[in-house]
C-alpha cells in the first residue's frame, strides 16, 4: 500500500517551473528521501503533497487523502517539519506545544508526557520556558521536531532535517527517525545533503527540474556511490554513460 | 567612501524592490501621484472650511514628525521583528556580521537613505499638495521643513533606540527625556521655536540654527551611546496558553488564544491597542471642537465621536494580524477560515470593548444627550464591524502592508470615506437629535455591521484559495 502517491504534479510561478510533471511512490513504512540540488521542486513537492500549495495539473494521494481537496485533512494525519519555519515568536515551547496539542486535539496530560520525551531526548528541557524567539536556530529546529511529532503520526514529511543542530543531536534524530519508520510509520526526507540520505533512507528519489529522473535503493548501490549516481543525473559531475534505472 | 556609495546604491535598490514587490511596480509609483491628490483635497478642504491654512500646515509638521519617529524605529528593531513584519527579507542594514562593515555606519547610510527615499516618494508630493493653498515660492520652503520636521522625528527615535541599547540607565534617561520635552510644552515653554516648524513660519538664521541643534544633538547622543553589541536577556515566561484556554472555554480556539497572547507578549502589550484608540479620540475631540467653532452649533458629540471611534477597528486588526501570516499555520490542520474567525473573536474581546470604552469617556466627558450617545454607540459598533470586514476584504492578513498600495489604497479610503462623511455631517449638523433621526443614524449603524459581515463572508473563501495558489 502506498502512503504516497503522485501522478505528473506540475507546478509554475509565474515564467518559473517548479514541478514538470513529477510521478511517484512511497510505500508505507519506507523512509524515502527526495534528493536534488537546489529549486528542483522538492519543498514545492512537499508543500503539495500536505495541502499548502494548490498545483497547475496532477493528482496526489497522502494516505489516501486527496491533499487538493482536503488539506486540512491531510495535514491532522501527517507532520512536517518545513526547513525554514521557526515557531511562533511570543510563546514559550511550552506554550507552542500546548497550541499545538490543542489544535491537533491532543489531551494536555497527553502533551505534557511527550515534552517531557522529546525535551529530555533533544536536550531543551531547560529551555521549555523561554521564548522562542529568544533560542537559538539550534534549538528552534529541535522546538519544530518535537511539533512535527508531537501527535505521533503515520507519516512526516522533512524538510533538512539536520540544519542547525549539534552532531550528537543529528545521531538522536537520525536514531528516531529510523525507529519510527521501524514502527511502520512512513517518512518522506528532503534534502540536498548527499551523506544523510545514503545514510538514512530506504530509497532515494533524485529530482532534477521538477522531474524525478531516476530511483535508487542506497544499500544496493554497491561501488557505485549515491553521489556518483547524483552526479550523473544532475549532471553535475564526471556524467558517464550510467542509465536511469528505477529500483 | 567607495563602500559608502556601494551600500548605499544597494539600500536604495533594496527599498524599491521590496516595496514594488509587495505592491506592484506601477502602484506603488503611483503612490506619490495619489499623496499629493488626497492631500491636496484634504488641505483645501480644511482650509476652506476655516481651520486656517496655518493650522493646516502646523498638522501636516506634526503628522510628518510622527511618520519621522515610527518610521526611524522600524530598520533599528532587528532581524527578528523585520521577519515578522516582511517574512524572510533580509536588508543590507544587517550585513554588518557577514561583510566588513561597521554597523553604525550602516545604520547612518540606512537613515541617509530614508531620508533621502521619503524626502521625494512622500514629503516632496505632500508639500506639492499645498499648492492651492500656499504661493508657489513657499512650497520650496514647506518641502524643506517637512523634510526637517521627518529627521528630527527619525533622529528622535534613533536616540531613543541608542540609549535603550544600555539598559535600564538608558532606557531611563530615554524617558526623562520625552518626559522634560512634554512638561516643557505644557508649562509653555517656547519647544516649538526649536523645531522646523518655525523656520517655516520666519525663515532666517536664527531660526534655522535653533531647529538645527535637536536633531544634531539626538543623533550625537546616538552614536556616543549606541552599543551594537548590545543583545537583549532571553526572556522567560509561565505557561499562559492554558490559563487563556479556560477563560473562554466555549470557543477552544487555539488561533485567538495565540493571537491574544501575541498581543500581550509584544512591546507594549494591551496598551498599544489601547493607545492606538486614544490617538483617534484626540482626533475625535479636535474635529468636533473644530466643528463648533465653524458651524457655531452644539455637534452631536455621541455621535461625531462614535462615528471617528469606529475607525479604532483598523489598528485594532493591524495589531491582530502583526505577528503572524498566511504561512504560519501551513503545517498544521488550522484551514485559513478558522484563522479568520480566531481574528474575529479576539478583535470581539479586545477591539470593539477598546472602541466603545472610548467612547463611553467621550460620551460622558461630552454630555451626550441618551439619543445622541444610543445612535453614537450604534455607530460605533457598525462602523466598527463595517471596517472589520473592509480591511479583511481588501488586506487578508497584510492590513500594514496594503497601505502602500495606491490602488487598495484609494479603494480603503473611499470605502470609509462613504458612510463616515454623511453620518460626521449629520453630528455636526443636526443637533439636537431627534426620535426619528436618531433611529435612522442606529439603522445606519446596524446596516453598515451587515455589510461588514457579508463583506467578511465573501473575502474569506477568497483569500483561502489565494494563499494556496
Known amino acids: 500500500m502506498n502512503a504516497i502517491a503522485t501522478e505528473e504534479l506540475r507546478k509554475s510561478y509565474g515564467d518559473l517551473t517548479a514541478l514538470a510533471g513529477l510521478t511517484l511512490d512511497v510505500p508505507a513504512g519506507e523512509l524515502f528521501g527526495l534528493l536534488g540540488p537546489n529549486g528542483a521542486g522538492k519543498s514545492t513537492t512537499i ?5 499548502q500549495l494548490r498545483p497547475d495539473a496532477g493528482t496526489a494521494s497522502v494516505l489516501d487523502v486527496d491533499p487538493v481537496d482536503d488539506p486540512v485533512g491531510v495535514r491532522e494525519r501527517v507532520g512536517i517539519l518545513p526547513e525554514q519555519e521557526s515557531p511562533p515568536s511570543f510563546m514559550t515551547p511550552r506554550e507552542y506545544f500546548d497550541f499545538v496539542g490543542s489544535v491537533r486535539d491532543l489531551d494536555a496530560e497527553t502533551v505534557t508526557d511527550r515534552v517531557e520525551t522529546w525535551a529530555d531526548r ?5 529551555k521549555l520556558d523561554t521564548m522562542t524567539t529568544d533560542l537559538s536556530r539550534g534549538q528552534q529546529q529541535k522546538v519544530m521536531i518535537t511539533a512535527a511529532f508531537l501527535h505521533d503520526p503515520d507519516l512526516v514529511f522533512i524538510d533538512e532535517p539536520l540544519v542547525n543542530l549539534d552532531p550528537i543531536v543529528q545521531e538522536t534524530v537520525k536514531r528516531h527517525l529510523r525507529d519510527y519508520r521501524d514502527a511502520g510509520n512512513t517518512v518522506f526526507l528532503s534534502t540536498h545533503d548527499i551523506d544523510v540520505a545514503a545514510e538514512l533512507c530506504d530509497r532515494v528519489g533524485i529530482v532534477r527540474e521538477g522531474s524525478l529522473v531516476t530511483t535508487r535503493r542506497p544499500a544496493d548501490l554497491g561501488e557505485d556511490r549515491l553521489l556518483d549516481v547524483f552526479l550523473r543525473e544532475v549532471g553535475g559531475g564526471d556524467a558517464d554513460a550510467g542509465g536511469s534505472g528505477g529500483a | 567612501m567607495s563602500h559608502d556609495r556601494a551600500v548605499l546604491a544597494a539600500m536604495f535598490r533594496e527599498e524599491w524592490r521590496l516595496h514594488s514587490r509587495l505592491f506592484g511596480g506601477r502602484r506603488f509609483a503611483a503612490f506619490p501621484v495619489f499623496v499629493a ?25 506634526v503628522l510628518v514628525l510622527l511618520f519621522g519617529l515610527q518610521t526611524g524605529s522600524v530598520g533599528l528593531v532587528g532581524r527578528d521583528a523585520m521577519r515578522g513584519l516582511l517574512d524572510d527579507t533580509t536588508l543590507v542594514v544587517f550585513s554588518a556580521h557577514t561583510l566588513p562593515l561597521r554597523q553604525r555606519r550602516l545604520l547612518g547610510l540606512f537613515l541617509l537613505k530614508d531620508v533621502v527615499y521619503y524626502a521625494v516618494l512622500l514629503l516632496l508630493p505632500l508639500a506639492v499638495a499645498f499648492a492651492p493653498l500656499l504661493a508657489l515660492a513657499a512650497l520650496p520652503l514647506l518641502w524643506v521643513t517637512l523634510l526637517w520636521t521627518f529627521g528630527l522625528g527619525l533622529c528622535a527615535t534613533v536616540a531613543v533606540v541608542a540609549l535603550a541599547t544600555r539598559g535600564r540607565p538608558g532606557k531611563l534617561l530615554a524617558a526623562l527625556g520625552v518626559c522634560a520635552v512634554v512638561a516643557g510644552w505644557l508649562l509653555g515653554l517656547p519647544v516649538v521655536a526649536a523645531t522646523p516648524y518655525a523656520v517655516f513660519l520666519a525663515p532666517g538664521l536664527d531660526t534655522a540654527v535653533a531647529a538645527a541643534v535637536p536633531p544634531l544633538a539626538l543623533l550625537a547622543l546616538a552614536a556616543v551611546t549606541y552599543d551594537p553589541e548590545h543583545e537583549p536577556p532571553a526572556r522567560t515566561a509561565a505557561n499562559a496558553y492554558r490559563a487563556w484556554r479556560r477563560r473562554v472555554p466555549a470557543w477552544d480556539d487555539p488561533v485567538f488564544v495565540k493571537t491574544m497572547l501575541d498581543v500581550s507578549r509584544s512591546a507594549g502589550g494591551y496598551w498599544k491597542v489601547l493607545l492606538s484608540a486614544g490617538v483617534l479620540f484626540v482626533v475625535s475631540a479636535f474635529l468636533v471642537s473644530l466643528a463648533e467653532s465653524l458651524v457655531g452649533l452644539r455637534v452631536l458629540p455621541g455621535v461625531a465621536f462614535g462615528s471617528i471611534l469606529g475607525l479604532t477597528a483598523f489598528t485594532t486588526y493591524n495589531w491582530l494580524t502583526q505577528f503572524e501570516d498566511a504561512t504560519t499555520y501551513a503545517t498544521l490542520p488550522v484551514d485559513t477560515a478558522a484563522v479568520f474567525d480566531a481574528k474575529r473573536r479576539a478583535f ?6 477598546t472602541g466603545i470604552a472610548c467612547y463611553a469617556v467621550a460620551v460622558l466627558w461630552q454630555g ?11 455607530l460605533c459598533v457598525g462602523l466598527q464591524a463595517y471596517l472589520f470586514g473592509l480591511t479583511v476584504a481588501l488586506a487578508g492578513f497584510q492590513p500594514n502592508e496594503f497601505l502602500f498600495d495606491t490602488v487598495l489604497f484609494a479603494l480603503f479610503t473611499l470605502a470609509v470615506a462613504v458612510p463616515l462623511v454623511p453620518v460626521l455631517v449629520v453630528g455636526f449638523v443636526a443637533a439636537p437629535l431627534t426620535a426619528p433621526w436618531a433611529l435612522g443614524l442606529v439603522a445606519v449603524g446596524l446596516a ?8 467578511y463572508g ?3 473563501p477568497r483569500w483561502r484559495e489565494r494563499y494556496r495558489a
Open chain 1, 47 to 51: 508543500r503539495i503533497l500536505t495541502g
Open chain 1, 122 to 126: 533533544l536536550s531543551y528541557a531547560a
Open chain 2, 37 to 61: 491628490l488626497v492631500g491636496g483635497v484634504t488641505a483645501w478642504a480644511l482650509a476652506s472650511t476655516g481651520a486656517g491654512t496655518g493650522t493646516v500646515v502646523a498638522g501636516v509638521h
Open chain 2, 348 to 353: 470581539a474581546v479586545l477591539g470593539l470593548p
Open chain 2, 368 to 378: 451626550a444627550s441618551p439619543l445622541d450617545a444610543l445612535a453614537g454607540l450604534a
Open chain 2, 448 to 455: 453598515l455591521a451587515g455589510i461588514g459581515h457579508v463583506l
Open chain 2, 458 to 460: 465573501r473575502a474569506v
